[in-house]
């Protein structure tokens, strides 16, 4: 299910949220997951991470559209 929507570029994205972290680190990363209707999949790192996993996804929630946009956008891009 998604956590929300995102209109970019007359495509409109399915967006869901995570927290990952890699082994061996103390620290939870924010990452997001950008599905278009045509099933394309983009998952990106957002600039965020705390030893503590509710913390990550309190960040999330307190993202803005222009955040979620900006870095689709730069994913896309580059």
Same mark, same amino acid.
């Given at each position: 299910?998604?956590?929300?929507?995102?209109?970019?570029?007359?495509? *409109?994205?399915?967006?869901? $949220? =995570? @927290?990952? /972290? +890699? !082994?061996?680190? *103390?620290?939870?990363?924010? $990452? =997001? @997951?950008? /599905? +278009? !209707?045509?099933?394309?999949?983009?998952?990106?790192?957002?600039?965020?991470? +705390? !030893?503590?996993?509710?913390?990550?996804?309190?960040?999330?929630?307190?993202? +803005?559209?222009?955040?979620?946009?900006?870095?689709?956008?730069?994913?896309?891009?580059?």
């Amino acid at each position: 299910m998604a956590w929300r929507t995102l209109a970019l570029d007359n495509r *409109e994205w399915s967006v869901s $949220v =995570a @927290a990952e /972290r +890699s !082994p061996g680190s *103390e620290q939870w990363r924010l $990452v =997001a @997951a950008f /599905r +278009s !209707p045509d099933t394309r999949r983009v998952w990106v790192p957002l600039p965020f991470t +705390s !030893p503590s996993k509710a913390a990550v996804y309190a960040r999330a929630d307190a993202l +803005s559209h222009d955040d979620l946009a900006t870095a689709l956008r730069q994913r896309l891009t580059g």
